[in-house]
C-alpha cells in the first residue's frame, strides 16, 4: 500500500475525514509529478513557468504521465517484457479514470483531465503511438508516419491546449487543427535530430518509399558517396516540417495571453532545433543537436514578452 492508497494517520472514520484524506492524496500526488517533471531534465519545466499554478500543475500533471509512458518503451531490458508493461499501464489509466488509483499520479492526473475537460481518448492515443517503438520501426510511407506522429505528439498538444485555454469566443474546434499541425512539426522535427540514435536502435521512422526516392536508406546515411542523396532527403523532410510549423501559426491568436506564451517557448525552441540541423548540414550524428543555453534564455524571455504584451 502506497502513501496514495492509505488515510493519513490520526483521521477518523467519516465523510469529512474522507474528503480530507482526498485533498493531502491530491497535493501529494501533484507533489510526486511536479518531481517527476524536475527529474527529467527537459526544458519544459522552465515554459510552464509561464502559466498560474493550477495550470502549471496540470501541466506537470499531464508531462508527468508522457514521461512515464515513454520511459516504458525504452527502458532497458528484455524487449519481450514491453508490451505486457505497457497493456498493464493502459489497464492502470483505465482503473484511475473509473476511481480506481494504482500509481501515485493518478490523482493529479485524472483531477487534470475532469478539471480541464481533456478527453481522455488522447491520453489512450500515445500509449497506441508508443506501441510502435516497442520493437523494430519501419514506416511505409508519409500518411503512416503522419498516424504516428498524431499518435505520440499531437494528442499531447491537443490535451495541452485545453490546459492552456482558448480566448473567450474561440471554439476548440478552430484550435483543434492548428494545434495537430504543431504536434506533427514537433516530432517531425524530433524524428530528424534522432536519426542516429534511432537508426542505433533499429528505428526508421522515415517513410521508406521517400528513402527509395531519394535512393537514400539507412546503409548510405554515413557513405561520402551518398551525401547528395542524403542531404536532399533531409532538405525534404526539413521543408515538410516547415510546412507544419507555418500551419501552426494559426493557433497563436486563439489561446489565452499565458497559452500564446508557452506555445511560443515550445514552439520557438523546436523550430530552432530545426534551424540548428539545417545549419550543421544534416549531420545528426557526430553529435546531438541542442540549443546552447543562451539560445534557449531568449525564446523564454520572448515567451515572457508575449504574456505580458510586449509584442
Known amino acids: 500500500m502506497t502513501a496514495f492508497s492509505a488515510a493519513p494517520v490520526g483521521f477518523v472514520d467519516g465523510p469529512a475525514a474522507t474528503v480530507r484524506a482526498s485533498r493531502i492524496r491530491l497535493r501529494q500526488s501533484f507533489a510526486y509529478c511536479r518531481a517527476i517533471t524536475a527529474a527529467a531534465g527537459s526544458s519544459f519545466p522552465l515554459a510552464f513557468r509561464l502559466l498560474p499554478a493550477a495550470k502549471r500543475s496540470a501541466m506537470e500533471a499531464l508531462y508527468a504521465y508522457m514521461r512515464l509512458s515513454d520511459d516504458l518503451a525504452d527502458q532497458p531490458g528484455e524487449l519481450g517484457q514491453r508490451p505486457q508493461k505497457l497493456a498493464a499501464w493502459r489497464a492502470s489509466l483505465t482503473a484511475a479514470l473509473a476511481g480506481d488509483f494504482t500509481h501515485p499520479i493518478h490523482p493529479a492526473l485524472v483531477e487534470t483531465v475532469r478539471r480541464f475537460a481533456i478527453p481522455a481518448q488522447y491520453l489512450f492515443d500515445t500509449l497506441d503511438g508508443l506501441e510502435t ?179
Not at 511505409?140 to 505520440?152: I, M
Open 133 to 311: 517503438d516497442l520493437g523494430p520501426v519501419r514506416i511505409a510511407n508519409f500518411p503512416e508516419l503522419y498516424r504516428y506522429c498524431y499518435r505520440v505528439a499531437s494528442a499531447v498538444g491537443l490535451a495541452c491546449i485545453r490546459i492552456w485555454e482558448v480566448r473567450a469566443g474561440i471554439a476548440l474546434s478552430q484550435a483543434d487543427p492548428p494545434a495537430e499541425a504543431a504536434g506533427i512539426a514537433f516530432q517531425l522535427t524530433n524524428i530528424l535530430r534522432d536519426l542516429g540514435e534511432d537508426l542505433a536502435r533499429d528505428r526508421i521512422y522515415l517513410p521508406a518509399d521517400e528513402l527509395a526516392q531519394f535512393t537514400c536508406g539507412p546503409e548510405r546515411w554515413h557513405d561520402p558517396g551518398s551525401r547528395d542523396q542524403f542531404e536532399a532527403l533531409m532538405h525534404f523532410q526539413v521543408m515538410r516540417a516547415r510546412d507544419y510549423y507555418r500551419r501552426s501559426e494559426a493557433l497563436v491568436p486563439l489561446l489565452t495571453a499565458d497559452g500564446r506564451a508557452i506555445f511560443h517557448v515550445m514552439a520557438g525552441a523546436y523550430r530552432r532545433l530545426l534551424d540548428e540541423i539545417e545549419r550543421r548540414h544534416y549531420d545528426v550524428f557526430t553529435h546531438r543537436v541542442r540549443l546552447p543555453a543562451w539560445r534557449k534564455a531568449t525564446v523564454y524571455l520572448a515567451g515572457c514578452g508575449v504574456k505580458w504584451g510586449l509584442w
